[in-house]
Nanobody
Framework: QVQLVESGGGSVQAGGSLKVSCAAS?????MAWFRQTPGKEREGVAS????????DYTDSVKGRFTISRDNAKNTMYLQMNSLKPEDTAMYYC??????????????????WGQGTQVTVSS
């Protein structure tokens, strides 16, 4: 069982920056950030392969968000710059130990953090 603990998040004005972190209890194959607002499906934001460091992003955050990892700490980060009000959501860390389909689908990740709120005001 993989335990995921998120930290960071908070409130910021539009155009500002925030960084969230996710520490895993063990090494994982693939980690990702998802976000969710009330009444909407959980959306894949960014993912990173922990071995190669290969990264992918949803189109709406490309050029603004950067995902990274520190394998020595089993930790993943999401640096969020030029934040917009529409980025407001609960952000969740997810992990999997093997390939289980496209990373953009939340059902393809078995392990989840508790979530951290990001609020961007205009």
């Amino acid at each position: 069982q993989v335990q995921l603990v998120e930290s960071g998040g908070g409130s910021v004005q539009a155009g500002g920056s925030l960084k969230v972190s996710c520490a895993a209890s063990q090494y994982t194959y693939h980690m990702a950030w998802f976000r969710q607002t009330p009444g909407k499906e959980r959306e894949g934001v960014a993912s990173i392969l922990m071995t190669s460091g290969n990264r992918d992003y949803t189109d709406s955050v490309k050029g603004r968000f950067t995902i990274s990892r520190d394998n020595a700490k089993n930790t993943m980060y999401l640096q969020m710059n030029s934040l917009k009000p529409e980025d407001t959501a609960m952000y969740y860390c997810a992990a999997r130990l093997s390939y289980r389909g496209t990373w953009t689908r939340h059902e393809n990740f078995p392990y989840w953090g508790q979530g951290t709120q990001v609020t961007v005001s205009s």
